[in-house]
């Protein structure tokens, strides 16, 4: 008699509540890993930590690792940690819902002056109120006197460029239908129905955007996408929206830009990451700043979970995996 398979061993962050891998397939042995382990431990499939401070710190412990199911879209730490021998999967579409949001949430937090009356409420003096039209003739250049005066502008009837028109861009898309925008798309290359831009349109169609939205992933190719040049082409007080990844954007090219009143922006993502403290950004105006959070709500872990359980019973079948960043040598 031959010997029976041994169950498939499936490492996941022990911080994790098991009540949430209820969904995981039979015939797995799921193994709760913490990051202060003092042994190795034996597993096939690793779900990492979404840390990867802590996640680098349970890889040290780790042997014969076969499979890495990411609960995170973005893996730029993973290849080079565990080698071209391991198949790695992202969690491609669990983050959709939670991203787009953010990003029309800041979109309509700028565009509404909505820092600019949280510090004059702050203040209590109902008469500050009339900044917001000093603001908004400073920040678009706008010359004509407006009676009553500008106190927000509005987001229907604007053009936005979506820098990337994958899965999270197409979410932001659909939720600003209400607004009637006029959307422009750009991606690694050209397609119809609807019609992309090619990035290397990119140039041509900044200045005739009042919001540009980067959704893009990391690579080697979109380092650094929007530098000086490309901050210069965007019109007086157009909005840059980063709630893909910080290196996308030349950090002091963007600190200028809003300093000299040029622009302003709504991050999600800096590069460096996390923002030192006293980092020019810190205090720069016209820019709202959170710390890499657009993912983060309550049904994140649940979202990623599931995107993996799935991963995993094709895994397991010897199905093609859906979401393969890096297929093993």
Excluded at 98 to 125: C, D, H, N
Excluded at 160 to 175: A, S, W
Excluded at 269 to 288: F, I, K, M, R
Aim: charged content about 20%; overall charge neutral; hydrophobic content about 45%.
């Amino acid at each position: 008699m031959g010997l029976m398979n041994p169950m498939l061993r499936v490492g996941y962050p022990a911080s994790i509540s098991a009540d949430l891998l209820r969904d995981f397939p039979e015939g797995i042995e799921l193994i709760p890993l913490s990051d202060k382990m003092d042994h190795d431990v034996e597993i096939d499939v690793w779900i990492p930590d979404p840390y990867s401070t802590k996640a680098l710190r349970t890889w040290a412990h780790l042997r014969g690792v076969k499979l890495v199911l990411s609960l995170m879209a973005g893996t730029e730490w993973i290849p080079a940690t565990v080698g071209p021998h391991v198949t790695i999967s992202n969690a491609r579409g669990a983050h959709n819902i939670s991203t787009a949001e953010w990003t029309v949430a800041a979109i309509l937090t700028m565009l509404k002056y909505f820092p600019l009356y949280l510090e004059i409420q702050r203040s209590g003096v109902w008469k500050r109120r009339f900044e917001a039209n000093a603001y908004y003739k400073k920040i678009t250049g706008s010359t004509r006197e407006e009676y009553p005066p500008v106190m927000q502008e509005e987001l229907t009837g604007k053009t936005v460029l979506l820098v990337g028109h994958g899965e999270i861009g197409k979410e932001i898309e659909r939720m600003l239908k209400p607004f009637h925008v006029d959307v422009l798309r750009v991606a690694r290359t050209a397609r119809t129905q609807p019609e992309v831009h090619a990035v290397s349109e990119l140039d041509n169609l900044l200045p005739r955007a009042h919001v540009v939205v980067l959704i893009l992933p990391s690579t080697p190719e979109s380092k650094g996408l929007i530098g000086a040049a490309q901050l210069a082409l965007m019109r007086q007080g157009a909005l840059l929206v980063n709630s893909a990844r910080g290196p996308i954007v030349d950090t002091g090219a963007l600190v200028e830009a809003l300093k000299a009143g040029r622009i302003r922006a709504a991050l999600d993502v800096t590069d460096p990451e996390p923002l030192p403290e006293g980092h020019p950004l810190w205090s720069c105006p016209n820019l709202l700043l959170t710390e890499h959070v657009a993912g983060s709500t309550p049904q994140f872990t649940p979202r990623a979970l599931h995107t993996a359980a799935e991963e995993l019973r094709r895994y397991m079948k010897g199905e093609p995996l859906k979401n393969v960043v890096q297929a093993a040598l």
